[in-house]
């Protein structure tokens, strides 16, 4: 089964410093997203991506985030300037196109812990 | 966006069927209903989606009363590996983005 893919598992970084998270959605896919989840809480949504452009984002998806599809395979999150309340596990997903129903296929995450 | 209401935990015997009952009272009539299994350190899984009545795979079965204010899901016989959160998630998934709640943390003791 094909499967969504994130690099590095672990990363970790000083506060401050500029992180880039990876992930390679499944090819067909054409929908991709970015979810966070702090230890212990919640699964947050940060922003949806579709045709070369974000669709949505929420409010913790400010200025110091930024997304990107350099090329047909990678999706990728930018976090500029990382801070200590950045530290959680990353998320990124995919979907297929024009399917109303179809459902999100998540990849394993990247723990990132800022120091 | 439809709220979502599910208990908190729930313990289960191995072997045992457990059914995990998810409210969404304003659930609009675009909306699917997905169930999602999340481990510890790993992305949500998608588990079953439905719209009405009743869905079955290899994994669950879903449930879904003719309002569809309200969905179950059935876990049949029941492991160990089956420990996990499990999230009841309502909403168009063409127009607007997913939001989890807090799940339900199944156990399944021996």
């Known amino acids: 089964e094909p499967e969504v893919t994130q690099t590095p598992s672990h990363q970790v970084t000083q506060m401050g410093q500029e992180v880039i998270l990876r992930c390679v959605p499944i090819s067909n896919h054409l929908y991709f997203y970015w979810y966070r989840q702090i230890l212990g809480q919640k699964v947050e949504f940060l922003v949806s991506?579709?045709?070369?452009?974000?669709?949505?984002k929420s409010e913790i998806f400010d200025d110091q985030f930024s997304v990107e599809r350099p090329d047909g395979s990678n999706f990728t999150l930018k976090i500029r300037s990382t801070k200590l309340e950045d530290s959680a596990m990353y998320f990124c997903?995919?979907?297929?196109?024009?399917?109303?129903?179809?459902?999100?296929?998540f990849g394993n995450g990247t723990r990132l812990t800022v120091t | 966006l439809a709220k979502t209401t599910q208990p908190i935990s729930m313990d289960s015997y191995e072997g045992q069927e457990v059914n995990i009952t998810c409210s969404h009272n304003?659930?609009?009539?675009?909306?699917?209903i997905t169930w999602y299994q999340q481990f510890p350190s790993q992305g949500p899984r998608f588990i079953i989606q439905g719209y009405k009545t009743k869905v079955t795979n290899e994994v669950a079965s879903l449930f879904i009363p003719a309002d569809r204010k309200s969905s179950t899901l059935s876990l049949p016989r029941v492991s160990l590996s089956d420990t996990a959160v499990y999230y009841c998630l309502v909403g168009d998934i063409g127009n607007t983005p997913l939001v989890f709640g807090k799940g339900t943390r199944l156990s399944v003791i021996a």
């Open positions: 991506f579709y045709n070369n452009e974000i669709s949505e």
């Open positions: 997903a995919s979907s297929e196109e024009g399917r109303r129903n179809s459902p999100l296929h």
């Open positions: 304003n659930i609009a009539t675009n909306d699917y």
